[in-house]
Nanobody, 120 residues
């Protein structure tokens, strides 16, 4: 079972940028697809970015062009670069791991989350 630890959240002004990191341990990270999801206050959890073991990426329309998911298999880390931040993206952000190498497999692990707050 993989363990995931997110970091990098915090308070940022609207229009700013932030990079989240997620370090994975306990499994073969390089063979796993990874994803980020978020839960805003009073809203359902939303999975919005995913990356295969080979580096192919997929994004929800809500973040396309502003967020970038990437991975460093040497350091067992997946990143989320967030630009042009808006107050409405304030949420707890979670790192996810898939069972397999692509997002067609099931999610089977989640981190504890990191809070991102965007002030207006």
């Amino acid at each position: 079972q993989v363990q995931l630890v997110e970091s990098g959240g915090g308070l940022v002004q609207a229009g700013g940028s932030l990079t989240l990191s997620c370090v994975a341990s306990g499994s073969i990270f390089s063979r796993k697809a990874m994803a980020w999801d978020r839960q805003a206050p009073g809203k359902q959890r939303e999975l919005f970015a995913a990356i295969t073991s080979g580096g192919n990426t997929n994004y929800a329309d809500s973040v396309t062009g502003r967020f970038t998911i990437s991975r460093d298999n040497t350091n067992n880390t997946v990143y989320l670069q967030m630009n042009s931040l808006k107050p409405e993206v304030t949420a707890v952000y979670y790192c996810n791991s898939y069972v397999g190498s692509s997002w067609s497999s099931a999610l089977n692990a989640w981190g504890q989350g990191t809070l991102v707050t965007v002030s207006s």
